[in-house]
T-cell receptor, first 115, second 117 residues
């Protein structure tokens, strides 16, 4: 078990609604990344937060947004949900010190179903 | 852009035997990291092994070892003495520093491994 926890574990939303997913990163970690994993696929990078600032983004539209808080926990917000947003959303936390990065530890994910 | 390819969608192995999972990647970078992650039905991605590209020595972690061929851009995972608990989806992943100091994983599509009793 890693120290990364995500909530909720499962969620069902209707197309057009908005959703907020939460992640509590491992103690001492200052970097949080979010990934989307569609069924049968590898995870795809959404964005990364380092010290409360977004410092990298994958090929996802602006309706995917996030926050990182002073305690390094994080939220992923998705507006105007589409059916294709149905996926497992993974949060990963890691420690970055200068130019060194350690491997990420993942949470158990939030399974989002859009109907 | 970097890509990671896992050409074996599914594999099976008898308990106590050895199995090798394949991974190739494409990059023009010289410094990067490679990983194998395991994802059991519980969904949590668990780090199996890590390799820094500048290290010539292959990484090992107990029953898990890699064959890192930098020139061939190949990074295979060998599991020795397979156990039922090794049944999972295995993902190969590439990471390097991007613009703005971003460190992101690029994952392959995974190999589903089943260990048979």
């Amino acid at each position: 078990e890693t120290g990364v926890t995500q909530s909720p574990t499962h969620l069902i939303k209707t197309r057009g609604q908005q959703v907020t997913l939460r992640c509590s990163s491992q103690s001492g970690h200052n970097t949080v990344s979010w990934y989307q994993q569609a069924l049968g696929q590898g995870p795809q990078f959404i964005f990364q937060y380092y010290r409360e600032e977004e410092n990298g983004r994958g090929n996802f539209p602006p309706r995917f947004s996030g926050l990182q808080f002073p305690n390094y926990s994080s939220e992923l917000n998705v507006n105007a949900l589409e059916l294709d947003d149905s996926a497992l959303y993974l949060c990963a936390s890691s420690l970055r010190t200068g130019v060194l990065i350690r491997e990420a530890f993942f949470g158990q994910g939030t399974r989002l179903t859009v109907v | 852009a970097q890509t990671v390819t896992q050409s074996q969608p599914e594999m099976s192995v008898q308990e106590a035997e050895t199995v090798t999972l394949s991974c190739t990647y494409d990059t023009s970078e010289n410094n990067y990291y490679l990983f194998w992650y395991k994802q059991p039905p519980s969904r949590q991605m668990i780090l199996v092994i890590r390799q820094e590209a500048y290290k010539q020595q292959n990484a090992t972690e107990n029953r898990f070892s890699v064959n890192f061929q930098k020139a061939a851009k190949s990074f295979s995972l060998k599991i020795s003495d397979s156990q039922l608990g090794d049944t999972a989806m295995y993902f190969c992943a590439f990471m390097k520093e991007g613009t703005s100091g971003t460190y992101k994983y690029i994952f392959g599509t995974g190999t589903r491994l089943k260990v048979l009793a």
